[in-house]
């Protein structure tokens, strides 16, 4: 079970999806969670001097921490502040609390908007925290548990980073999707026998399909697939060559987190 939870939050709209999502989750499973406060400021100049934090930053931070308590009332919880406004603090500073957590909840980046965090903070945490990231879409509603979680399946070891760290968040579904990537059917088909034997063994009913990869749109095909099957989580691995040889390492995991329509837990 999910014990010790991480949730990224700023001022953004969809900051309070994020936060009842990782509610839910903490609540279902009894356990703590902490809510990182982290966004992009600059320092309030006067003069020649530099004062940290701007009052634009402690007017979101004091009602991040506000809206954090209302939502956790009951619960084990901590509020912290980052307290840094670069790209590059805020993703080094959350990228390294990010390692002592069992799961780490974060929103997709919106690029048509403005944004008040780094656009590639989720990739830096997904490549450098060695946790999983359940990355919520910047549209629509979601809400746990998933039911109809797709595991997008290549048999690399982030793939089966992301199966083992998905049953945290499967063992309560009606039935887990199999969808098995390989230039060959009948290693795709024994590939998808062994991973529906590891999801048994944890009481967790799946069933399989098989795509065989022919060209570049193999990302598509997946959220393509994901939506035709009713799915409500696509589990994979990040920065893994799932699309390989069309897809560089990582190439696959931008084009899910620019394009995602669903929640996704990625590994690395």
């Known amino acids: 079970m999910l014990k010790n939870l991480m949730v990224h939050l700023d001022q953004s709209p969809r900051s309070e999806t994020r936060l009842k999502i990782a509610v839910a989750l903490a609540k279902a499973n009894g356990a703590r969670l902490v809510g990182m406060f982290g966004q992009r400021s600059r320092a309030k100049q006067v003069g020649s001097i530099a004062n940290w934090p701007p009052e634009e930053y402690i ?6 921490k506000q809206l954090f308590m209302q939502e956790t009332r009951g619960l084990r919880c901590e509020w912290v502040d980052v307290n840094r406004g670069s790209d590059s603090e805020i993703q080094a500073v959350f990228t390294q609390n990010a ?10 980046h919106n690029e048509s908007s403005d944004s008040y965090c780094p656009p590639e903070l989720v990739e830096e945490v997904l490549a450098n925290s060695g946790r999983p990231v359940l990355i919520i879409p910047y549209v629509g509603d979601f809400s746990i548990p998933f039911k109809r979680p797709l595991i997008a399946w290549n048999a690399s070891p982030e793939a089966s980073h992301a199966l083992n760290d998905s049953f945290y968040l499967i063992n309560s579904c009606e039935q887990a999707i199999i969808l098995a990537f390989d230039s060959s059917i009948e290693r795709a088909e024994k590939s ?8 048994a063994c944890h009481g967790v ?13 193999v990302m598509d095909m997946l959220l393509n697939n994901a939506c035709d099957q009713g799915a409500d989580l696509l589990v994979m691995g990040a920065h893994s060559q799932l699309g390989f040889p069309f897809f560089s390492r990582g190439a696959g995991t931008r084009h899910i987190l620019r394009t995602m329509v669903l929640p996704v837990l990625m590994s690395s």
């Open 59 to 64: 007017s979101a931070r004091d009602a991040s």
């Open 99 to 108: 390692r002592y957590f069992d799961l780490i909840v974060m929103g997709q």
């Open 192 to 199: 998808c026998e062994e991973v529906s034997t590891q999801l």
């Open 205 to 217: 009913k799946s069933r399989a399909d098989v795509m065989v990869i022919e060209d570049i749109g």
